[in-house]
């Protein structure tokens, strides 16, 4: 019987792929591990490495290669590839990542076993970043050890868990239409799992979290209005899978991104649309009184009017300043 269920998601990974299917087949276990290679439709040579591996392990590696991409940024290749894993417990991976400890799952079914009320579990990570910026571990020292859904929600957004150090029970994920549409697959999928129970920490650095700065920086995201929308839809859909209990957070979660659609590179030059967009903000993050005075300003008042205002705020100094 097999007890866990590797996935490694992987798209033109090619370089990287290698290094994270050996992390899997070194770890050290008394107990029996598959490893699922999901690639979505790669292009630069990553499905034959992964091929080579599964000739070369037929008994451990299996090869879920897909005809075409299918698309989301790689929720429906983690989907189809799940599908297909007989674990009692999912181990995930991202094709850029590695495991760093031989005892990585080994240690995490120990505490599953011992903790059959938890829906899932984590440890620590080292966040590397191919630019040659020093190297940081995600967790800190302070780690709260027991997480519950009203931990993974907050005015904030909020994400302490690798992909590569989450240990999960099988079958108990669901993918409600608002999950399939979002752009995010880790911070839906720990607030569903948490619905099933409790979430563990274990002590530890056992994996490595790649994040390349050479792609499309948050910085970036947060001027793209479909990014903005994408993000709002997920809140949205987590405030109702949670039954309204953490409204108030989330509503001022949400209240963030339509404050940061007024800046959207798309609507900068929309006058209305950043108008009603303000309005909406100010309606749902009911902001302190000069923050309040300066949307409106800035967002709402239309220019003519802000240079009427100004022409008659200036107009007693200009007729002091022509009388001398």
Same mark, same amino acid.
Request: hydrophobic share 35%; charged share 25%; proline share 4%.
């Given at each position: 019987?097999i007890?866990?269920?590797?996935?490694?998601? *992987?798209?033109? /990974?090619?370089? $990287? &792929? %290698?290094k994270?299917? @050996?992390s899997?087949?070194?770890?050290? *276990?008394?107990f029996d591990?598959?490893?699922?290679?999901g690639?979505?439709?790669?292009?630069?040579?990553a499905?034959?490495t992964i091929?080579?591996y599964?000739?070369?392990?037929?008994?451990?590696?299996?090869a879920?290669?897909?005809?075409?991409?299918? %698309?989301q940024?790689?929720l429906?290749?983690?989907? @189809?590839?799940?599908k =297909?894993?007989?674990?009692?417990?999912?181990?995930p991976?991202?094709g850029?990542d590695y495991?760093?400890?031989?005892q990585?799952l /080994?240690?995490q079914v120990?505490?599953m076993?011992?903790?059959?009320?938890f829906s899932a579990c984590f440890?620590?990570?080292l #966040?590397?970043?191919?630019?040659?910026t020093?190297?940081?571990e995600?967790?800190?020292?302070?780690?709260k050890?027991v997480? *519950?859904?009203?931990d993974l929600?907050?005015?904030d @957004? &909020?994400?302490?868990m690798?992909t590569s150090?989450?240990?999960f029970?099988?079958g108990?994920?669901?993918?409600?239409?608002?999950?399939l549409?979002?752009?995010?697959?880790?911070?839906?999928?720990?607030v569903?799992? +948490?619905?099933h129970?409790?979430?563990?920490?274990?002590?530890?650095?056992?994996?490595?979290?790649r994040?390349n700065?050479?792609?499309?920086? $948050?910085?970036?995201?947060y001027?793209?209005a479909? $990014?903005l929308?994408n993000?709002?839809a997920m809140?949205?859909? &987590?405030d109702?899978?949670?039954?309204?209990?953490h409204?108030?957070? =989330?509503r =001022?979660n &949400?209240?963030?991104?339509?404050?940061?659609l007024?800046d959207?590179?798309?609507?900068?030059?929309?006058y209305?649309?950043?108008?009603?967009?303000?309005?909406?903000?100010?309606?749902?993050?009911?902001?302190?009184?000069?923050?309040?005075? @300066?949307? #409106?300003r800035?967002?709402?008042?239309?220019?003519w009017m802000?240079?009427v205002?100004?022409f $008659? +705020?200036?107009?007693?100094?200009?007729l002091?300043?022509?009388?001398?």
């Amino acid at each position: 019987m097999i007890k866990v269920s590797v996935t490694i998601l *992987t798209y033109n /990974q090619k370089q $990287f &792929i %290698g290094k994270a299917i @050996e992390s899997a087949l070194s770890q050290k *276990t008394n107990f029996d591990v598959e490893i699922l290679v999901g690639d979505d439709c790669s292009t630069d040579g990553a499905q034959e490495t992964i091929l080579a591996y599964q000739e070369k392990y037929p008994d451990k590696v299996k090869a879920v290669l897909h005809s075409k991409n299918l %698309g989301q940024n790689g929720l429906f290749n983690t989907i @189809e590839t799940l599908k =297909l894993a007989k674990g009692t417990y999912i181990a995930p991976m991202d094709g850029d990542d590695y495991w760093t400890d031989d005892q990585k799952l /080994q240690r995490q079914v120990d505490f599953m076993e011992a903790h059959p009320d938890f829906s899932a579990c984590f440890h620590n990570a080292l #966040i590397t970043y191919e630019d040659g910026t020093p190297s940081h571990e995600l967790n800190s020292p302070d780690q709260k050890e027991v997480i *519950t859904a009203a931990d993974l929600v907050g005015e904030d @957004e &909020i994400w302490f868990m690798a992909t590569s150090a989450v240990m999960f029970k099988n079958g108990i994920m669901h993918y409600p239409d608002w999950f399939l549409k979002s752009s995010s697959g880790d911070i839906p999928r720990y607030v569903i799992l +948490a619905k099933h129970g409790p979430i563990g920490y274990v002590p530890g650095v056992m994996s490595v979290y790649r994040k390349n700065r050479g792609g499309a920086s $948050f910085k970036d995201h947060y001027r793209d209005a479909r $990014f903005l929308y994408n993000r709002i839809a997920m809140y949205e859909g &987590i405030d109702k899978e949670l039954d309204y209990r953490h409204h108030d957070l =989330l509503r =001022l979660n &949400i209240a963030r991104y339509y404050r940061m659609l007024l800046d959207a590179k798309q609507y900068q030059k929309s006058y209305f649309r950043r108008a009603r967009l303000a309005l909406k903000y100010l309606q749902l993050g009911q902001p302190p009184r000069e923050i309040s005075k @300066e949307v #409106i300003r800035d967002y709402v008042l239309p220019k003519w009017m802000m240079n009427v205002y100004s022409f $008659f +705020a200036l107009l007693p100094h200009r007729l002091k300043e022509s009388s001398r």
